[in-house]
């Protein structure tokens, strides 16, 4: 099989603090995880891309300052959301690929934050 | 700039009612296509990867087929615990800098199985 695992599953916080969420790959070596975010009703769209030991790859729009990516094993990302805002309450959802070319990518189940 | 379309937003079926989703797509070079079934508050579930036009590929109820432009999700005699949200997503081939693997999504189809 291919797990992935989040936690935590669902936080609440209140404005100006920091969260941290752990993805991680429990029966395979990722090289490269996703970070996406998932608004109700609405697509999922990539926040960034992480290779093990390299700097993450934000996508336009997205605050590297403020949504920090650490890769710094093979089966483990963290996502650090800065300061969080109430705009920032979302549901976010990594995933991990084996490989770098990204042929196929398992996702974890998730984790909902709540910021208020 | 790749985009995704499925349709249709929302699906009702009675139990063993076949029926088919949508997935509309406009990519430079495709990679790959993708389908994911979603449960509320979960994480994507994988399905299938289709690479080329005429591929076809099976699982259970499922049967996903690919079009130079679309592929479609074919769901047979489904059971309630078919119902879910169903995610095409679409991987271009690599393009310098950026991500070059990232999956662009679709909306989903939420599909609602009545027994």
């Known amino acids: 099989g291919a797990v992935v695992s989040q936690h935590p599953s669902w936080v609440i916080c209140k404005s100006g603090t920091s969260v941290k969420i752990e993805c991680r790959s429990l029966d395979f070596q990722a090289t490269t995880m996703f970070w996406y975010r998932q608004f109700p009703k609405q697509s999922l769209m990539l926040m960034a891309t992480s290779n093990e030991g390299s700097k993450a790859t934000y996508e336009q729009g997205v605050e590297k300052d403020k949504f920090l990516i650490n890769h710094a094993s093979l089966t483990l990302s963290t996502l650090t959301v800065t300061s969080a805002h109430p705009e920032d309450s979302s549901f976010y959802i990594c995933?991990?690929?084996?490989?770098?070319?990204?042929?196929?990518?398992?996702f974890g189940p998730g984790t909902r934050l709540l910021v208020l | 700039e790749d985009q995704v379309t499925q349709s249709p937003e929302a699906l009702r079926l009675q139990e063993g009612e076949s029926s088919s989703l949508n997935c509309s797509y406009t990519v430079s070079g495709l990679r790959g296509l993708f389908w994911y079934r979603q449960d509320p508050g979960k994480g994507p579930e994988f399905l299938f990867t289709l690479y080329s036009a005429g591929e076809e590929k099976e699982k259970e109820r499922l049967k996903a087929t690919l079009t130079k432009k679309e592929s479609f999700l074919h769901i047979t005699a489904p059971k309630p615990e078919d119902s879910a949200t169903y995610l095409c997503?679409?991987?271009?081939?690599?393009?310098?800098?950026?991500?070059?693997?990232?999956?662009?999504f679709g909306k989903g189809t939420l599909l609602t199985v009545n027994p």
């Open positions: 997503a679409v991987q271009a081939r690599g393009r310098s800098g950026g991500s070059n693997y990232k999956l662009t």
């Open positions: 995933s991990a690929s084996r490989t770098r070319s990204a042929e196929t990518q398992y």
